[in-house]
């Protein structure tokens, strides 16, 4: 049996600098706290908290630390949580992605210019949560088609559309296009992240031409979920696993390709591990 594992497969650039920081972080002994998981994989998060990295879920649980590093996930944050790190005192690290922190920058300026800011992207996710947080004005988050297609606002009024960073590309420029048809006065920024793109084209077409494939990645990441739904377009034998003890094949001996990928949030040893078992087992 044929393997064929993505070359875009695993850690981001923007993850794994992240991650390299909480680590370095952990290594000076004093008190280290994430603002929630540094990463969408559990994995990672449990190796951490055995180093004594701690990981505060909400702003309640940050108004109870008086001592420490707080690290900001990969993901971004809200612009008060910053403010209000920085008002008690705490050491910041700020491992923002930069593809992130650019669509800070953009929804700040444009929202102070009197732009409706339009987020493409997963409701309640912590990225979009983050970016909505640095909007001065009113802000939508849209997911689907539908509800793009039911967004109203006055002809006179200004948008700007931006996404989240691995917003599926094509569905996003689906959204765009049904907003320009309204006749909207849209300025749109395309704030996916090109390795998001990258990862997300070379998935689609190995899930085309393989006989299984196998996507890697954390429960709550929401870019390998969208790799799981392209690769299910593509090829119905398609499993989704976060380690290799998720790895449950029953495999026919009429199989003979098999594709793996992974997403931005999974580390290189799982990959290798799920590849080597697929290989030598199969």
């Known amino acids: 049996m044929e393997v064929i594992l993505a070359e875009h497969a695993g850690f981001c650039f923007g993850v794994k600098r992240a991650v390299e920081q909480v680590y370095e972080q952990a290594d000076t002994g ?3 706290y994430t603002y929630g998981p540094i990463i969408h994989n559990e994995e990672v998060v449990k190796d951490l908290e055995q180093k004594g990295v701690k990981v505060i879920e909400n702003e309640d649980q940050l108004g109870m630390i008086t001592e420490g590093t707080v690290v900001i996930r990969s993901h971004g944050v809200p612009k008060r949580v910053c403010e209000m790190i920085e008002k008690q005192g705490l050491e910041c690290v700020d491992a923002t992605c930069p593809f992130v922190k650019r669509i800070h920058n953009i929804v700040e300026t444009e929202s102070r210019a009197g732009k409706k800011i339009v987020i493409i992207g997963n409701a309640g996710h912590p990225e979009v949560e983050g970016i909505m947080g640095w909007s001065t004005e009113p802000t939508t988050v849209i997911e689907s088609l539908e509800e793009a297609r039911n967004y109203t606002c006055g002809q006179d009024e200004e ?45 689609r077409k ?55 990928t992974a997403g931005a949030s999974t580390p290189n040893n799982i990959i290798e591990e799920v590849q080597n078992y697929v290989r030598i087992n199969f």
Request: aromatic share 8%; hydrophobic share 40%.
């Open 30 to 32: 004093k008190p280290i």
């Open 159 to 203: 948008i700007c559309i931006v996404s989240q960073t691995t917003f599926n590309y094509n569905k996003f420029q689906d959204m765009v296009e049904i907003f320009m048809k309204k006749g909207y006065n849209v300025y749109v920024v395309n704030t996916i992240c090109n390795a998001t793109e990258v990862r997300q084209a070379e998935a």
């Open 206 to 260: 190995i899930a085309a031409k393989v006989d299984v494939m196998i996507v890697i990645g954390g429960n709550h990441s929401s870019n390998t979920r969208k790799l799981y739904e392209i690769c299910m377009q593509e090829c119905a034998n398609t499993y989704f696993i976060q380690t290799l003890n998720d790895l449950h094949l029953d495999v026919p001996k009429s199989v003979r390709l098999v594709g793996i």
